[in-house]
């Protein structure tokens, strides 16, 4: 039992101070999230300026502080809080003698570097699609989905806007995806993941973004302003564009909807008005029915 608490607090300091340290700089810069985060929104804060797609729509939209926090509170404070319990987990699980190697299928540590990130990024992007998908599939999950779907204007920090209970709903399968790769989870991944958080927030910026010929392969600004239409089309009613960086795997599934790209619809979910607005009262939404 000494050792779970020992690997519970462990965590739980070591996330806290590496936070701590990406604050101040004293971690690598490639793998400094906290600093990162701020560069990659402020560049493409001032993309939304400078290149607008709703005209009108104002710089500091509709609850942009709201999701200015979130994109904090979901990528560092929840990050701290749960780092103990994940690493209580994997304990439990390599006492069980489950390792992440134990479901691998391909071993892909042979291959050019550059390979192995792009097959990383494949993979982890067909579960996260998938994940998504479930989301809106079952009313269970779909109730902590609506905080992601409550944005009424669209911004790039709406990106981050999403309950604390999707973390814990994404990891199964983004686990299931690095085992599956035997483990694979490289120092460089550090691309990746900022490769990722950077199409996530264009995906949801002022700014129209179709990428030509590439929207089969890349999720768009467009795209994904559909994807949070409010209400959806009859022959396509449970969802549209579930994608997530990589829109080709609702091209695969015949889950993409793109009729316009004007850029003025509306937002949100039909019974949205009994929907708690603020950050507190979204933070335990989801555990009952509305
Ligand atoms: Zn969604
Ligand atoms: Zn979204």
């Given at each position: 039992?000494e050792?779970?608490?020992?690997?519970?607090?462990?965590a739980?300091?070591?996330?806290?101070?590496?936070?701590?340290?990406?604050?101040l700089?004293k971690?690598?810069?490639?793998t400094?999230y906290?600093?990162?985060l701020?560069?990659?929104?402020?560049?493409?804060?001032?993309?939304?300026?400078?290149?607008?797609?709703?005209?009108?729509?104002?710089?500091?939209r509709?609850?942009?502080?709201l999701d200015?926090?979130y994109?904090?509170?979901?990528?560092?404070?929840f990050?701290?809080?749960?780092?103990?319990f994940?690493?209580?987990l994997g304990?439990?699980?390599?006492?069980l003698?489950?390792?992440?190697?134990?479901?691998?299928?391909?071993?892909?540590?042979?291959l050019?570097?550059?390979?192995?990130?792009l097959?990383f990024?494949i993979?982890?992007?067909?579960?996260?699609?998938?994940t998504?998908v479930?989301?809106?599939?079952?009313?269970f999950?779909?109730?902590f989905?609506k905080?992601?779907?409550?944005?009424k204007?669209?911004?790039?920090?709406?990106?981050l806007?999403?309950h604390?209970m999707?973390?814990i709903?994404?990891?199964?399968?983004k686990?299931?995806?690095?085992?599956?790769?035997?483990?694979?989870?490289?120092?460089?991944?550090?691309?990746v993941?900022?490769?990722?958080?950077?199409?996530?927030?264009?995906n949801?910026?002022?700014?129209?973004i179709?990428?030509?010929?590439?929207?089969?392969?890349?999720?768009n600004?467009?795209?994904?302003?559909?994807?949070?239409?409010?209400?959806?089309?009859e022959?396509?009613?449970?969802g549209?564009?579930?994608?997530?960086?990589?829109?080709?795997?609702?091209?695969?599934?015949?889950?993409?909807?793109?009729p316009?790209?004007?850029?003025n619809?509306?937002?949100?979910?039909?019974?949205?008005?009994t929907?708690?607005?603020?950050?507190f009262g979204?933070?335990?939404?989801g555990?009952?029915?509305?």
């Amino acid at each position: 039992m000494e050792k779970y608490a020992n690997a519970f607090m462990d965590a739980f300091t070591g996330t806290l101070s590496w936070t701590w340290d990406s604050i101040l700089f004293k971690v690598p810069w490639y793998t400094n999230y906290f600093w990162g985060l701020i560069v990659i929104s402020l560049v493409v804060w001032v993309l939304e300026m400078i290149f607008p797609w709703r005209k009108k729509q104002s710089f500091i939209r509709k609850d942009f502080w709201l999701d200015g926090f979130y994109m904090f509170f979901n990528f560092f404070i929840f990050s701290i809080v749960i780092s103990g319990f994940y690493n209580v987990l994997g304990l439990l699980f390599s006492d069980l003698d489950i390792h992440y190697k134990s479901l691998a299928i391909m071993d892909i540590s042979h291959l050019e570097m550059w390979l192995q990130l792009l097959i990383f990024f494949i993979v982890l992007d067909f579960v996260q699609w998938y994940t998504h998908v479930l989301l809106h599939k079952y009313e269970f999950l779909w109730r902590f989905h609506k905080v992601h779907h409550s944005v009424k204007e669209m911004g790039f920090a709406a990106h981050l806007r999403y309950h604390w209970m999707e973390n814990i709903f994404y990891k199964p399968l983004k686990t299931f995806g690095v085992m599956i790769l035997g483990g694979f989870e490289p120092e460089q991944a550090y691309i990746v993941h900022f490769i990722a958080i950077t199409i996530g927030h264009l995906n949801h910026a002022n700014i129209k973004i179709t990428w030509g010929p590439f929207k089969y392969l890349l999720n768009n600004s467009v795209m994904h302003l559909y994807h949070h239409i409010k209400v959806l089309p009859e022959e396509k009613s449970q969802g549209i564009n579930y994608g997530i960086s990589l829109s080709i795997w609702d091209y695969i599934f015949r889950t993409n909807y793109v009729p316009d790209d004007n850029g003025n619809i509306e937002l949100g979910f039909p019974d949205e008005k009994t929907f708690p607005k603020g950050f507190f009262g979204q933070l335990f939404t989801g555990f009952k029915k509305q």
